[in-house]
């Protein structure tokens, strides 16, 4: 099982906090586990090939994506596992000093997530 640091976690983090990249990031979770082609991920992001490339050098130096080559191609896929090492780094020691209700929320699909840590927000009037 793939564990995180401080450090690591940082990196992954850092990778996160860019629009593009974050972007390119949750398509390719969509994606699941077969991936995208570059090309289709550029297509998809209404991005130019050089700067996407940036970015995917970015989120695989991260440890969140890794590509493989395909013929002539190159596919990108979310690296899952990775993905759930951070968010349990990111949780490890949640609500350590008191008992709390802080368990991961499953939107279900076409749901919008609308809850807060107590349940769903009551419409306003």
């Not at 979310?78 to 350590?96: D, K, S």
Request: aromatic share 4%.
């Amino acid at each position: 099982m793939t564990t995180f640091d401080s450090s690591r976690a940082v990196t992954a983090l850092a990778a996160l906090a860019q629009a593009s990249r974050l972007a390119a990031f949750r398509l390719l979770v969509s994606a699941g586990p077969s991936g995208m082609r570059a090309g289709a991920i550029a297509d998809a992001l209404d991005m130019p090939s050089p700067s996407l490339s940036f970015h995917l050098k970015e989120l695989t130096h991260a440890g969140l994506i890794e590509g493989r080559s395909q013929g002539r191609h190159v596919i990108y896929r979310a690296h899952y596992e990775n993905m759930q090492a951070l968010i349990g780094f990111l949780l490890e020691n949640c609500c350590a000093a008191e008992t709390c209700n802080a368990a991961p929320h499953e939107p279900r699909a076409g749901q919008a997530d609308q809850a807060g840590p107590s349940g769903p927000s009551e419409p306003s009037s």
